[in-house]
């Protein structure tokens, strides 16, 4: 941990860096959302440019973790503690869509084969 | 007694206290955040109408972004400072913090505020109309609204001084009947304001006696004719409660002593019992024994149900068929009663106009009714004024989910809005809607030269900066005289509708009205499906937008508290113990990262997806 | 912690006279605020116990006045608004029904168990001075009991008390109490505000919890060597911190569908009797909080039990004389209990049509978590084993807990398993079960802490004969209300009938109507579990009588380990003072050292030091 005022000093640059680096990031997802050329997969917003948005800010995101937030030499317990959110987060959305995603497919009795009802919730 | 480890790190862990404390609470707030944002992602999947993509404008919220990651890098810079033992420069540096959040609220309010003057339609058939609603104007009868003039003039001001919207249901009260229990006073206050204001008078319609029989209290009476105030419905409401309290201890009472007589009964001719049940039903017996115990059972739990019927509040029916008068003192419950009506009917010499909001109105609006409920249990009669909503400026015209509902019909959907109540009826939509589809005929063949589409949102709605494009493209080919409609030339690089550019006001408060043209627009009540400012009733978008973004808002005002608290109040810590005093700059440094990194994801979902 | 000067006085002095409120009232002592959640949590626990006897009239007697001695405790204008002839309506039934499961829940079982219980035993047992942060452990405590009182308050409020299930689930709970105008005075919305300050309140709690018990260890006290009760306060600690809040955010959203209007949960179409088509703009999705709800829901009961077993496995060694068996297992399992209990919520949403992949997925993981929880009960029994057991007043609770629990627990499997849930899902088979975990099972868990460390807390023991004329009558009682709810289930009893069944009920014996005779079968059951309610409520006199008695005339305790127990809260002076402990304790050994065959008393305390240099510390013989 960069606690002296020797390493402190040492990582004014780097701050500066991460920050300006977050400007850049910002700058990059509206471009990406805003100009015609930058538009990946169909015309408008779709999938992709949401996967983009979304690697984009969790870039971002990260460099405010491990720099901002010294998570880059943090002492063992505060990932234990941290990570534990982040992994019941991240298993509590999925386990969200994955319920939502697995609706029962009634089929039918009398349809010949033709669903006649689909429930999705 | 100390706690330790408020300074210093415990050698194991290799922290202080107030260091787990934070990351433990951060991560609390990564599920807390991770139940909204799977809210936002479950109800934009889950959605049942067309999500408002991209609807947002940019600039403010890349602004507020800006700030946001300006305002980590200084609380870095502050934190640096405090451990390099330099206060000067942790001041500079945490003040520009606390500026920042600040600033960032600032924005927030302003944007906050556009949207909640910001005034929406969802018509019937499913078109969205948006726009600026317009106020009342002075009319020389100066009540009716129902075909408010447009030209100059001055407004009608509502009794609090306030502009009126032309947005609310109006009604012509001519009697009003109150729920003694639960009637709304700042809505009753507003009533005799507005009788006041007219001249009317509100009149008791019939005596109302709440006297017991044989009883003559005059408080008690209250005599056709007593003028409404706020003191004789509640005296009315005082004396009804009475009455109902004693009525329903009466009854109590009553019905206790019928249950005495009837389980007397039961108990004294063992109604219930193997006798009873060999008598009423003799089958029983040529039964097995446990098939026997059952059927008694059964017909027990019969019996006991059925016993029920034969008690009341006046009289008890007993096994052999007689009949029991319930008597307590000698006096049955019916000669008793106190009179306990629970709503009190008033009436006025004439009509009273009163406003109310979409969400006080329970009664759907019709021409013709003449009876309307309020929310509170209050009973309107009189006329149902039209109450239209009417846009001063239309700024947003919506068929994406009227295209989609006619999809979902097997219709099609350009005939479908060309049958839309809003292109039939508006002669200028027509014409946008005109120029528009041409614009987007143009727009597809640019497209299918790069193996793209339209989207919806490019086909269906018409934005501000369209609708402002189309009113001028019209307007200067008026005004060179031609004739009909003018044609849009799309360049050969379009990617969008053509649009008017947006000035830099615009970007934070919305079109200009006054220097550009939108159409204007009554819309009648019963044409109206949902009715809403931009607020987070209008769509579980600004549900969804207005929850992450205001609970974002307030750990921001949160965490500037904090961080301002050190900046103001942290010089006496700073000089007798430095350390301990950036071991919370850290910390509330971490929560403000935090706060930057979830903005870091709010900004792109909600202003760019 | 600048100045040494001050060292030395503090421990004796400064902390004699702080004044009446600061240390009764706005207390930053653990203790205290322990004594303040429990007390407060047991007045909680007798509102919610109340309002469950008026309901069980109204079940077994569906036609006839509440008697005297229940309709006594309503003032009269709320009778005349919410009694109809002397009856529960079906509207106060709901009101009642949905608050007694809340008020049991977050108001009762929690705060004593987590609250109570963890805030006065555990920093004593970790050898430290206090919580990490006293001021937040206070705000803590005023804040859920702001939540509680503004929940409760509102049964006085124009719209009643809350009145949606104690699940509030949309889109229900979203159009309950639309008469109101001023929705912030609506019950239903009164008891949303409670929840989110119930949920800070407990944030506050956890976070405290965990600091503590990570950094606030005494010297030698490692991982290996901290009482079980320790490892279930950290695990609950977990629980709360990251169940807690999704509920939050589906409260927060709940309530913007109330007062702002919105439609998080609120789908499209909706329609009532009383307003027609709804003025909302639809969209939401009532599945979204039902799964933000049982996130939160499912980790809440392990946080009802946790702290309940925690009291058990502390109070067994002490009284059988013996190690506590399978220490190391106990711990693992209640690790993996509270890792697997974030993954098993959506078995309470079996009926809500969810496809088969995911209903095998919770059905594999509900019944992979009944393995921890039987290593839990089974070690427990387990330690039982060949001890020397004194029943005191504390034991003789936390053995009825283990067959209760068990019987709790028991019942549980055939629910994890779709099919059957299916069929069972909101019948009298669900409460039963839920019941018998959380009545017979943690709350007598909870009584035998309260029997346990009353000497510590007060100074004196606790009457053994009030205690037996408590004990009994409850173990009967709770018997008597619970199992026929079972039977009941399995007929097909539904959990929300506010008349008991009346209403289905076969009058005729020879009815071709199944389920009415069925229900006709199992009707009568119903006054017997109401008698055994009501005979409960007495029972439980003897216990306050207990309580106000013994702090006054009990029998003093000789020493400040009067049970000859082996952990670090019977090295404290009786009672503790500011500060816990006179001398900074030093921990030398695992926690159970009982009957160690190499020392002469059959109890080896953690502050003692070793007795013979060849006995190392670093041994751990209770994980033999």
Known sequence: MADSPEEIKKSIRLYLIIGGALFVGTVLTVMVATIPWMDIGGHGFDVWDMILGLLIATTKATLVALIFMHLNHEKVWVYWLFGMGLFFGAAMVALIFLAKGDPIHYDGFSTGGQPSAVISE | MEIPYVVNPRKDTGLFNSKIAIWLFLASEVMLFGGLFSGYVFLRIGADYPWPERTLPVLPGLINTFILIASSVTVVFAWASLKMRNWRNFQIFMGATVLCALVFMGFKAVEYGVKFKHQAVRMVDFTMVEGHASYLKEKKDGTDHGDADHGEGDYVLDLDGDKIAINQHVFAVESASFNLNRYYKPWLEELLAHAEHDGATITLAEKMDFNAPGEEKPELVFAKGEVLSLDLLEAIADAYKDNAVRNATARKKYLRAA????????????????????????????????????????????????????????????????SVEVLIDGVTYASRELPAPNSASFQSDKPIVVRHKGRNVITDYKPDNTSIALRDGTALTGTYKPSPVDFHEVDGIDFQHLAMDAEKKNLDPEIAIENSWLVKENPVVADLWTLHRQAVGQLEEILAKKNRVPTEKDRYRMGWQEIAYYMDAIEAHREQGGEGLPTIELADNANAPPKVKMGLKEHFMGPNYEARSFPHIAIPRAEILLESKFTPKWNSYYAIYFTITGLHGLHVVGGAIVLGYYLFFGRRMYLTNPEWLANRVEVGGLFWHFVDLVWIFAFPIFYLM | MSATATHDEHHHDEHHDPGFVRKYIFSTDHKMIGLQYGITAGAFLLFGFFLMIAMRWSI?????????????FFPEGWEARWLQDGKLTGDAYNMFGAMHGTIMVFLGVVPLGFGAFGNYVTPLQIGAPDMAFPKLNMMS???????????????????????????????????????????????????????????TSSLLGSVNFITTIINLRARGLTWMRMPFFVWAMLVTGFLLLLAFPPLEAAGIMQLMDRVAGSSFFMPTGLYTQAEGLLEISGGG???????????????????????????????????????????????????????????VWAHHMYMTGMGPVVSTFFQITTVLISIPSV??????????????????PAMIWACAFLPMFGIGGLTGLPLAFNLVGLHLHDTYYVIGHFHYVVAPGILFGLFAGVYHWFPKITGRFMSRTLSHLHFWPSLICMNMIFFPMLTQGMAGFHRRWYNGGDSYLAVDPDSANVFGQTVA?????????????WLMALAQIPFLVNLVWSKFFGRKVGSDNPWNATTLEWATPTPPGHGNFTTDPVVYRGPYEYSRPDHDEDFLPQWIEAPRPADKPEESPAAH
């Open chain 2, 259 to 322: 249950w005495e007589i009837k389980w007397a009964d039961v108990e004294e001719n063992d109604l219930l019992g193997e006798a009873a049940f060999a008598a009423a039903y003799p089958k029983g017996f040529e039964l097995e024994a446990d098939e026997r115990k059952l059927a008694y059972t059964r017909w027990k739990a019969g019996m006991r149900a059925k016993m029920a019927q034969d008690v009341s509040i006046d009289s008890v029916k007993l096994g052999n068929g007689d």
């Open chain 3, 521 to 533: 079968e199992h009707i009568d059951l119903n006054i017997v579990m109401s008698y055994g309610a």
């Open chain 3, 375 to 392: 290593i839990l009960l089974t070690s427990l029994i387990i330690s039982l084993w060949q001890g020397s057991i004194r029943f005191t």
């Open chain 3, 60 to 72: 077994a007697f569906p036609h006839e006045p509440l008697p005297g001695w229940i309709a006594m």
């Open chain 3, 285 to 343: 999705s009532p599945l979204l909080y039902q799964h933000l709800f049982w996130f939160l829901g499912h980790p809440e009961v392990y946080v009802l039990l946790l702290p309940a077993i925690a009291c058990v496995a502390e109070i067994i060694p002490a009284n059988t004389r013996k190690p506590l068996w399978g220490y190391k297992a106990m711990v693992y399992g209640v690790l993996v209990l509270g890792f697997l209990s974030f993954i």
């Open chain 3, 141 to 199: 405590y005023w804040i859920y009991l702001a939540g509680g009182l503004i929940m409760c308050g509102s049964f006085f409020m124009e719209s009643g008390a809350a009145k949606s299930g104690w699940t509030n689930y949309s889109p229900l709970a979203g159009i309950a109490d639309g008469q109101i105008v001023n929705q912030w005075l609506a019950g239903q919305t009164q008891w949303l505000i409670g929840l989110v300050l119930l949920i």
